[in-house]
Structures are given as C-alpha cells and as structure tokens.
C-alpha cells in the first residue's frame, strides 16, 4: 500500500472516531476548534456553537494530533513532536489547514486543534449584487477629482463606482488589468468574492495561482496552473513561487493572501508587466491601515531594510488601484482612486530621477 495513502487512513479514522469528521460535514462550516478535551466548538455562519463529544478525549486527540504533525512534515518522522517544539501548522487529507498547540504552549491537559476548512461556495457578480452583498457600503477616497489628470477610463470607471454600478466597475477593472486587494478577517468572504472577480477574467490567457490551501479554483480558465507555499519553512515559500511563477509565461498571477516578505516581490510582479491581479490582507477597514500594513510588510523583510520607508509607501500606492473591505460575506467600503495613484508615480519618478 502506498505509504501516503495509509498515512491517510489512519487520519481519517482518527478524525472520524474524535467526531471530527462528522461536524467538517456541516452546510456552512467554516472552523472548527477544541479547546479542552470532551466538546468540539464550530462555526457555521450562526456565531460559534459547540457539541460534547465523549470520544474527543486526549489520548485519541494526542494520537490524531501525532498523526498529523507526521503527514504534515517531510521525511515520514517528526523528530520535534514533543514539548520542544509546541505548535504544529498541519493539513488534513482532504486539504484543511489546521493548527495545533501542545503543552507547555497550551494548558496541560489540553491539546488545542483549530481548522479552518476552505470555503467551496461559488457565485457569480450577478449573485452578489442581486443579494444586496454589493449594494451598501461606503466610498473612501476623495470627494473631487482632477478631470484633466485622469484617463478617459478611469473616468469612466469613477463615474461607475459614483452611481454605484458595480457590475460595471467591475468588469471594466478586470478589462483595464487593475490591481485588487481585498481586506477583512477570516472568514469575511474575501476568497469568496475573489472567485467572482477571477470568473471575470478572460478565459484564453494563462493563470497561475499562489495559496497555501487550495481555495482559488479556476473552473472557467482551462489554462492554469496551482501553486502552493509551506509553514514552517518545508516546502517552496510565497516568495519563491512568485520568482518561479515568473518565469511560466503567465498573463496573470493572483496570490490569494499577502502576509510575509513576499510583498516587495509580488510589488514588482505587477510592475513588470504582470498587472491585473487579486490578492487580500488582513488590515483595518481604511485604505490608509492597508498601504500602511503592506509597508510593514515589505519594511520588515530582509530586502526592505535596504529600502526608503518612502520609497515603498509610494511603490505600494501607485500599485495598487482597488481595495475591498469586507464583513460577513457583504462589501462595506472601496477605495479607488486613481487621481492619489498618479500622484504616487510622479513622487517615484522624482525620487528616482
């Protein structure tokens, strides 16, 4: 038998004899959590709710969490399943991404698993914006704009955005290859929306996506390729599937979360010819917490000690044209400004003239 696939099976088994498995089952299920031995907390759009469940003891946890941290880490053995190494990021054998915190990081006598199970829900823009999703939320940015410093599109598409036309804004953002970052906490429906936006993109050009759990199917671009970054340093990193991707001949890259030192080099992605792309953070629910959370990001990477603070503001604010707020599956507030980004590329233009 192949050795994966028994590995699989005894997870399985595991997951299913915890009562693990029975509540992954759930319509809605987006996390599952215990906190101590004997009850199993879930979350389904309902607010948390939670099951006794005798068999979720810990010994069968302590097992199941062994199992895991195995079949998470290359090599078969990991050598560090003790309290020398606490905390495990894991995947289920059907693509879960799980967390796993032992003692002494987590109260004796507890094993804490938390698991967030990748949403499967697909719908169209016209289901969002039938559904109210799209219909009330606030506009940041400038009340005026300079007509005269603005293109002819991006008139157009202001004037979408004014009246509150999104099926209009945004198919002609995907036309015009804009850059899109949408923010909000787990669970929000970013990766959701994402899918309705990627669904817009021409179906003739080649994709390639970025993730560590797979969530961005591309049902409708028969020429794509998945790629997927690792925890804890086993696997390719976010980075360098962004160098690698590259180099595939791709049209479009969509990176579904910026969230480590891969943001100067997804930056430079889109400035070399490779604009027109989706990605989220987590960040307040302001334009100006979002240009501040990606700059950390890069300032904070090896490359970006290196870098002016200045420089990167401005990199990121003449890189980015659409950031989406999110909230319980609705939008609640969009930035597109064009007028701020223009000005973001003359200050990069004197700063390196």
Not at 157 to 177: A, E, N, Y
Not at 282 to 306: F, M, Q
Not at 334 to 340: A, C, D, L, R, V
Request: proline residues 3%.
């Amino acid at each position: 038998m192949n050795e994966s696939y028994g590995n699989f099976n005894v997870i399985r088994n595991q997951l299913a004899k915890t009562g693990i498995t029975e509540i992954l089952g759930y319509d809605g299920l987006t996390e599952v959590a215990i906190n101590q031995p004997g009850r199993i907390w879930f979350e389904r759009g309902k607010g948390w709710e939670s099951q006794v469940n005798e068999d979720c003891n810990y010994s069968n946890l302590e097992m199941l969490a062994q199992s895991l941290s195995v079949k998470s880490h290359t090599g078969g053995i990991d050598q560090d399943y003790n309290a020398s190494k606490p905390i495990h990021s894991v995947t289920l054998p059907d693509g879960e991404r799980g967390q796993i915190i032992l003692p002494p990081a987590a109260e004796d006598g507890t094993i804490s698993f938390t698991i967030r199970k990748p949403s499967k829900s697909r719908f169209d823009l016209n289901s969002y914006i039938n559904s109210g999703r799209l219909s009330d939320f606030e506009i940041c940015g400038r009340a005026y704009v300079k007509e005269k410093a603005l293109t002819g599109e991006q008139l157009e598409l202001l004037g979408f955005l004014k009246d509150k036309d999104m099926d209009r804004f945004f198919k002609k953002s995907v036309q015009m290859r804009l850059n899109h970052v949408m923010v909000g906490a787990t669970g929000s429906g970013k990766t959701t929306f994402m899918k309705a936006i990627a669904d817009l993109f021409p179906a003739n050009r080649r994709y390639i996506t970025i993730e560590d759990t797979h969530e961005l199917d591309l049902p409708n671009h028969p020429n794509h390729v998945h790629l997927f970054f690792k925890r804890e340093g086993i696997g390719a990193t976010a980075k360098d599937l962004i160098e690698a991707g590259m180099r595939m001949k791709p049209d479009h890259i969509f990176l579904t979360e910026l969230r480590g030192d891969e943001a100067w080099n997804y930056l430079g992605m889109l400035n070399t010819g490779h604009n027109g792309s989706l990605t989220s953070t987590h960040a307040d629910d302001n334009p100006a917490a979002v240009y501040s959370r990606l700059s950390s990001l890069i300032k904070e990477s090896k490359v970006g000690t290196t870098l002016d603070y200045g420089l990167i503001t401005n990199t990121v604010a003449s890189t980015i044209d659409i950031i989406s707020f999110w909230k319980g599956s609705y939008m609640t507030k969009i930035y597109y400004n064009p007028e701020e980004k223009n000005e973001a590329v003359m200050r990069l233009l004197g700063m390196v003239a």
